[in-house]
Structures are given as C-alpha cells and as structure tokens.
C-alpha cells in the first residue's frame, strides 16, 4: 500500500539465512514460555523453592495468564521486524508455539482441555499476524503511525486498569509496568507524544464502553 509505505520503509538489516534463524528462534521462545506459563499455573504449589517465591510475590502465573504480557511481546517483535511482512510472520509463528505448547501440556500433562478458553487464544492467533502487519507501522512517521501506536497504548491502558464513572483501580501492578513499557518503545516527538496518549486513552474509554467485558 503506497500510503503506508510512506509512513515506514523495509529495511533489509540481515540475510534470508539470519531471518530464518531469527524466525526459529522467535518459535522456540513461543513454546518455552507457553510451556513455562502453563507449568507455573499447574504446579502452582510444587513449585522449586526459588520459583515459588517469584510467583508469590509477583503473582506470576496469573500474570502470564492475561493479555498484556503477550501483547506486549507480540508489538516488540513486530515494530523490532525489518518489515510489516516479516512482523506478521514471526508474530504468528510466535503465537503458534506459545499457544500450541501451553494446551499440549494442558491436555496431555495437567489433564483438561478448556476449550473454549482455547477458541479464544486460537482466534486471536489467526488474527495475529494482520494485528502485527499494522503494529510494525507505530515504529514509523506521521498521523497514521501515532493513531496505530495510541490504539496499542489504549489497549494496554485497559488492560492495566479497571474504571468506571466513579471507580478507577489498577488489575495488577505488573500490567502497568507493562503499559509503561510501551509508551517508553512507542515514544515520539514531544508534541505527537501527547497527542498519542490524548487519542490513546479516548481509544480506551470508547472500547471500553463499547466492550465493557473486555476490561473485566
């Protein structure tokens, strides 16, 4: 599309042979921590000392259990790609070893199947790869980058916080680290800045009330 390709331009940083590496290693990452998230849920209390004490501190395993922190690797790999193209491949490809190797485990380890749990993560990866196409533009320039970057940041802001017209509270501290995190990767230009998180959080509230179970 000529209208995007004036908002980030490719960029050929590696060869076709460290791409594939690139790629496998994005995988394998996918099925380490799809693996790792699913064994902290089900030895949740048998886990190594040194394990146990993270996860009690931090509430890990629920934690890996909600959106934000795979959002948030989903958009580093995507605005890190050398293209839109390539963004949307490792993505997905992400999502396929994370998604597959958490319910592989849940089923033929842990014992139970949640289906429709799973619908929702496999319907969320077949969409994965067109939501990173977009992602890697929020690295670029002008309008079209800011708008993208202030809907991952509206994204995010709803999942670190719960609010209402007379509430506003915060799900986990972990989530808003997470959200900070974004903004510090998406940051602009102090003016656009502003204007990102301005649309940003219009974006929140607006999906907010459109798909209040989203937020729950």
């Not at 989903?74 to 994370?98: E, L, T």
């Not at 949640?114 to 929020?138: N, Q, R």
Request: proline share 3%; charged share 10%; glycine share 6%.
């Amino acid at each position: 599309m000529k209208l995007l390709d004036k908002v980030r331009t490719p960029q050929n940083k590696f060869p076709a042979k460290k791409q594939i590496f690139i790629t496998a290693i994005i995988f394998l990452l996918g099925i380490g921590l799809g693996t790792f998230s699913k064994y902290l849920d089900h030895q949740q209390a048998y886990l190594p000392s040194f394990l146990m004490i993270i996860d009690t501190s931090i509430d890990l395993h629920n934690f890996l259990g909600r959106f934000s922190p795979w959002i948030f690797i989903a958009v580093c790999i995507s605005v890190y790609s050398q293209s839109a193209v390539k963004a949307a491949a490792d993505v997905f490809i992400f999502f396929v070893g994370m998604v597959s190797s958490y319910y592989l485990y849940s089923n033929f380890i842990a014992g139970f199947f949640p289906k429709s749990y799973a619908m929702i993560w496999i319907a969320f990866t077949v969409l994965s790869p067109f939501l990173a196409y977009l992602c890697w533009y929020a690295k670029g320039n002008g309008w079209i980058a800011c708008i993208i970057s202030a809907c991952i940041i509206g994204t995010l802001f709803n999942t670190a916080f719960s609010y209402g017209f007379f509430y506003f509270a915060v799900h986990h501290w972990l989530e808003v680290i997470v959200l900070l995190l974004m903004i510090v990767i998406l940051r602009r230009k102090s003016k656009e800045m502003f204007v990102m998180l301005g649309i940003g959080i219009v974006f929140a509230v607006v999906i907010n009330i459109l798909f209040p179970f989203l937020n729950a």
